[in-house]
Structures are given as structure tokens and as C-alpha cells.
């Protein structure tokens, strides 16, 4: 496709289930992010991936997020025991190559945890 | 760590009339800068980038920046506003990792900008 896509663009869940986000990048683009946005406020990054490699996962807030991006395209986030607190929009990005400063963002996943 | 600082909240101003949006960052090395909008349900779109070169950067959508190092700045303009750049803005500093030679970006907590005609 022509740009960043992500699926579902929403998602609710009940308290401590678990759930997947699913984020397909530009073809060919090396480098993905994941960032959470949070109601009201600007992106925070999660996690960071170089072709299959996750080299950065200073930001998942806790051991319940996990990120992988096994064949280094389509990138997954799966939150396990989601709770009220992980509701936000879950923004993928994706760049060309590792030193290319700019990144092309997906419409993002609103998850919402009752 | 770096961090950016977005001064106004929400900005509201009428057609047509001029709009800054304020942007100050924390960095004491060479910085990337950048300015994105956010339509409502829709992700990021690139507004400009300051890299390096000449400080007044100019955008999409009739947009410009001037990055001013000695006041740590990057604050966003338009002459003339439309309805249709009603949207959230975010001003970003790209936090370089060196080890591993990619960019990370920190944004600002953003500014709604409400064009009213």
C-alpha cells in the first residue's frame, strides 16, 4: 500500500483481557516504531525495530506489552491483561532506513478498556 | 533526555488572520526538529523539518518555522488560516541514538488549533 496501515482502528476490551494491534509498514521501510498516545497528550514511544530486531524497548511501560516483527515488515503489539490505564491510540510509524529522519505514521488503533 | 514544551494548549483564532504556535526544547546538542498535525481519527502528517542549513523552514499548507538556537525555539506560522487547519499540532525533537543510529522522536503534549470563520 501507499502508506503506514494499522488494524483495528478500534478495539475495546474488557479489564485483563489481551489484545494484538497489528501494524503493516511501508514496503521496503527498515525502521518501526511503535508510540502510545495517551487522551490529551503527545506520542510517547514504546518500542523500535530494525528490520526483525527490536533494538529499543525502553518504553513499554510494563512486562504486559509486547511488541514483535518476526519476517521485519508487519509488526504486532499485544498487550496481555489489559487494564484501564492502556487505553490510548497506538501509533505505528514507519522509515526507510535507520538514519532517515522522517517517519510516516499509520491513522492508529484507539484501544479502550472498560 | 530532551524534552519539548508547547506553550498554548489550544489556540483559537479567526480566518484568515495570522497564527503562531510555540514550540521550545530542551537539547544541548545538535537537534532535529519538526512540526506534525493530527486531523481528528487520522495519524501524524509531516508538516516541516529543520535539519540544518537555513533557519526559516517552510512547510505544507502555506506553514513555516524558524529555529532559533540561542532561545532553544522552533515555534510554527501561517500568515492566513483556513477552517480546514483546524487540527492538532505537535512539536517533535528527534532524539538521536547513537548506538544505534536511529532517530526517536519526543513530542510535545500539542496544540489544538480552532479556526473559527
Known amino acids: 500500500g501507499a502508506g503506514v496501515s494499522q488494524s483495528p482502528r478500534y478495539k475495546v476490551a474488557k479489564r485483563g483481557q489481551d489484545v494484538a494491534l497489528r501494524c503493516d509498514p511501508i514496503s521496503g521501510h527498515v525502521s518501526l516504531f511503535w508510540y502510545q498516545q495517551a487522551l490529551g497528550q503527545g506520542p510517547e514511544f514504546l518500542t523500535y525495530?530494525?528490520?526483525?530486531?527490536?533494538?529499543?524497548k525502553s518504553g513499554l511501560p510494563s512486562d504486559r506489552f509486547f511488541a514483535e516483527r518476526p519476517e521485519g515488515s508487519v509488526s504486532t503489539l499485544k498487550i496481555q491483561r489489559t487494564q484501564q490505564e492502556d487505553s490510548a491510540v497506538y501509533l505505528c510509524?514507519?522509515?526507510?532506513?535507520?538514519?532517515?529522519?522522517?517517519?510516516?505514521f499509520g491513522p492508529g488503533t484507539r484501544l479502550t478498556v472498560l | 533526555a530532551q524534552s519539548v514544551t508547547q506553550l498554548d494548549s489550544q489556540v483559537p483564532v479567526f480566518e484568515e488572520a495570522p497564527v503562531e504556535l510555540r514550540c521550545n526544547y530542551s537539547?544541548?546538542?545538535?537537534?532535529?526538529l519538526f512540526w506534525y498535525v493530527q486531523y481528528p481519527n487520522q495519524g501524524l502528517q509531516l508538516l516541516l523539518k529543520?535539519?540544518?542549513?537555513?533557519?526559516l523552514v517552510k512547510g505544507i499548507n502555506g506553514f513555516e518555522a524558524e529555529f532559533n538556537k540561542s532561545q532553544t525555539s522552533f515555534h510554527l506560522r501561517k500568515p492566513s488560516v483556513h477552517i480546514s487547519d483546524t487540527a492538532e499540532y505537535f512539536c517533535a525533537v528527534s532524539d538521536m541514538i547513537l548506538s544505534g543510529g536511529y532517530n526517536k522522536l519526543i513530542f510535545g503534549a500539542g496544540t489544538r488549533l480552532a479556526v473559527h470563520p
Open positions: 529543520y535539519l540544518s542549513g537555513s533557519t
Open positions: 537539547s544541548s546538542v545538535s537537534v532535529y
Open positions: 510509524a514507519s522509515s526507510l532506513a535507520p538514519g532517515y529522519n522522517e517517519q510516516f
Open positions: 525495530f530494525q528490520n526483525e530486531a527490536q533494538l529499543d
